[in-house]
């Protein structure tokens, strides 16, 4: 690739992709037809996670639990 890409072209680029084959939509249909790429759907996703959740300024997480 001769072109220089910065991260804002790459997340650009993979966006238009991803809407082109369907969007949502389309990754629901590809993720349903078969166990294995409902598997790789799991990988995918657990990969975009947080590795660490932190509250206000890095401080501790507080939750709040409310009954309705």
Do not use: C, H
């Not at 992709?17 to 990754?27: K, N, S, Y």
């Not at 294995?36 to 759907?41: A, P, R, V």
């Not at 995918?44 to 507080?62: D, F, M, Q, Y």
């Amino acid at each position: 690739m001769s072109e220089e890409w910065t991260p804002v072209d790459y997340i650009q680029m993979v966006d238009e992709v991803f809407d082109r084959l369907g969007g949502a939509d389309g990754l629901y249909e590809w993720a349903s037809q078969s166990p294995d790429n409902l598997k790789e759907f799991y990988k995918l996703i657990a990969k975009r996670l947080p590795n660490e959740v932190v509250g206000e300024a890095g401080g501790p997480l507080l939750i709040q639990l409310k009954q309705v």
